[in-house]
Every structure is written in C-alpha cells, then in structure tokens.
C-alpha cells in the first residue's frame, strides 16, 4: 500500500479495467479524489452528472460515476463506510481564508491537486468539484443547511473503485480541520488488477 | 423584457453593477443560468464553491455566488420564490437518453447553452453545473435522494442578480419535463441600471 502523508497529494494513472483500493488507515480522515479522461484531459467527472443520474448525493457501492460528457469514468464496487460527500470544492487557501480566517493559509487539497497534477498539465481552473472520500456532510433537506461533521470511517475502512476508461487520478490526504476532526492522518491507497 | 422561448436558450454581457432581473412569465418554470468572467473566460461559476462558503444548498437573497476561484460573481438580491436548484446538471440529449429513455432526445438546456456561448469560444466541455433557477429540487438528509418536483415559482415570480464583474451570461427556458410540470413555456429577463 502507498501512503500519502497527511496534508499532502499526489497523481497517477488507473488503467481502465484496473481497481483503486483507498484506505484510511488510522481513522476519520478524508480523501479527495478526481479524476480526468487520459487520453482527452478534457473530460473530467462531474458530480452534477453523476448526482443527477444517481438520483441521491450519497454515492456508495453499485454506483456509477459519470464525466461531464456523461460517460461512465468508475464504479463504486465497495464501500465499508457508505457515507462520503460530493456536493463541496476541495480546500484551498480561499477556504482557509473565507471559512476559517487563517491569515496565512495552507494550500489545501486544492493546491496539492494542482502540484500533483501540473505534470499532465492540468491547469488549477481544471480542477472541478472533488468526490470527497469518507467526507461527513449533513444536509438539512428542509433548510438546506450544510454541516461538515468528523467522517464516519474507523481505521482499515476502506473503498474500491473501478476504472472503465484509462484515467488520471488525483487524489489526497485533506488538509481541512473541520473535515477530518481537528487531526490530520494519511491515506493510502492501492491498485490491484 | 426580452423573451426565451420554450425549449431554448441565449447569452448575452452583463456589466459590473447591472442587475439582471429573470421573470417566470407564465409560472412552473425553470431557467439555467451560468456565467463567466467576461475578461477571463476560464473564471466561471462554481456550485461547489459557492455552496460551500454558504454553507447552504439552497441559495436566496443575500447571498454572494462564487467562481472557481473563490472570486464574488454576482448577489442575489431580490428572490420572490426562494427555492432553486444549484446541484444537477443542465439537461441534455444524454439527460433525456439516460433518465427520460428518449430514442430521438432534444438537446436540452446543455445543447441550447453551447449554441448560444459558441459565439463567445465557450466549448462544450467549459458548461459546468448551472444554477437552476426556479427548479425545485428536494434532498432527503436521511437517505441523500434527490427528487426533482414542480417549481414552486407563480406567473411574474422573478429574481434579481447584480453583477460584481463583467460577466458573460448564458440563460435558459428549460427543456425537461420534469423540472418544468411537463409544460414548456417561455422565460423573461431584463438588464437594469
């Protein structure tokens, strides 16, 4: 398994046919994860496509995960925490700034998602609403009301997705207090055939 | 004030300062509405985003919508409806193929945008999430589904936007039978001082 350290990011390629294993291993920290068409980065996944077919912003098992051309880019195959978010942007100093009023603020999933990804030139107005991994947000469906409340997930829990087209995947250990109880962790993650 | 016939779409500039008035002329019905930096095209409109720093799905009065790059777009400021939809996708030949099971679809509200922004070099694939204005979209906060349901917007119900950049606009009449109480009918707007 590879580790990502806490606060930090990284990039690779999930060939189509091939499954991504991402794991929190110590518990209640969240992942960040996109991903783009290889072979035409112009494509993206689109949480609004994959929300509206899906009929439900709670992704879990069974789910298929669309891009903004509306093509299927991953399925979910398992899922030992069933609650995730895919509704908020990834943390970014702007997030620190506005919500948090850090007057130094760190870069957040976003910056480590555009460092990660500047290698296959992805450009930071490229970088779309995340599948934000063992994210805890509540929405009040009478108020609309969000709330960010500690994920779910206890250490070892874990998802598999599939890929079913070559993709480049960017993908995260969040930097956000909120999302992650006020304790940064690592995630890892693996392919297996 | 001008008119959106049923079913199709329009752009236009919006200028820092003016506000944008959009009517719904005849009652239960849906307009999407997206936006760009009108200087610097990759800046756009950010559902992500700005239901983040709202800290609310459901976007009213009051409240600042924001681009990708945490930039202030446009305020809402006067909302006789108070119920719009910011989390699905403008409808397209794929909505109706994939949801709608239509052999011969319509090209939606996507096909009708990218027509009216391909004069301004906005491709396809720039169209993100549209806030919806008038759609009335319910989310269980147990279960995450999302139900699309008849707008809760009356004849001469409007909303009032004011630009906080010069702006690119792109707006619709929507196409899809069940955001608009499966009767198409026309949407109204006018620019103000």
Known sequence: MKIINPRSGTSFILSKGKKLKITDIEGEQVA?????????????????????????????????????????????????VK???????????????????????????????????????????????????????TVNGE????????PKSKAGDYIIIEAKMDLLVGLTACSAEMSNNYSFKPIGYEILD
Chains 1, 2 share one sequence.
């Open 143 to 150: 108020t609309g009301k969000v709330d960010v409340l500690p």
């Open 32 to 80: 960040d994860l996109l991903c783009y068409n290889l072979n035409d980065k112009k494509e993206y996944l689109s949480s609004g496509r994959t929300i509206d077919y899906a009929e439900t912003i709670f992704l879990t098992e069974g789910h298929p995960f669309y891009s903004n051309r509306s093509n299927v880019m991953f399925t979910m195959i398992e899922d030992t």
């Open 83 to 137: 609650r995730h978010d895919f509704l908020l942007t990834p943390c970014s100093s702007d997030t620190f700034r506005i919500i948090y009023g850090h007057e130094h603020p760190h870069q957040g999933c976003f910056g480590n998602l555009c460092n990660a990804l500047q290698e296959y030139n992805i450009t930071p107005d490229e970088i779309p609403t995340t599948f934000n991994v063992f994210m805890h947000v």
